[in-house]
């Protein structure tokens, strides 16, 4: 059985060491992985503090039926 969180990681890695060796930027960067970070946080503090919260740069929470 293969475990998807070490296959994966194993390919991200894999993938940047390629990239290093290749000149390139990798498939996953640094903001990308920011990015899922600021996500999962907001989503611990929404649960934490029961509201929304806005993710990313200029997010607005919105309220009401045409939100």
């Given at each position: 059985?293969?475990?998807?969180?070490?296959?994966?990681?194993?390919?991200?890695?894999?993938?940047f060491l390629?990239?290093?060796?290749?000149?390139?930027?990798?498939?996953?960067?640094?903001?990308?992985?920011?990015?899922?970070?600021?996500?999962?946080?907001?989503?611990?503090?929404?649960?934490?503090?029961?509201?929304?919260?806005?993710?990313?740069?200029?997010?607005?929470?919105r309220?009401?039926p045409?939100?």
């Amino acid at each position: 059985r293969v475990d998807p969180t070490v296959h994966y990681h194993g390919l991200q890695i894999a993938d940047f060491l390629r990239a290093a060796r290749e000149g390139r930027p990798p498939a996953v960067t640094g903001d990308d992985g920011r990015a899922v970070v600021e996500l999962f946080t907001a989503i611990y503090q929404s649960c934490r503090d029961r509201r929304p919260v806005a993710v990313g740069v200029g997010c607005e929470v919105r309220d009401g039926p045409d939100a």
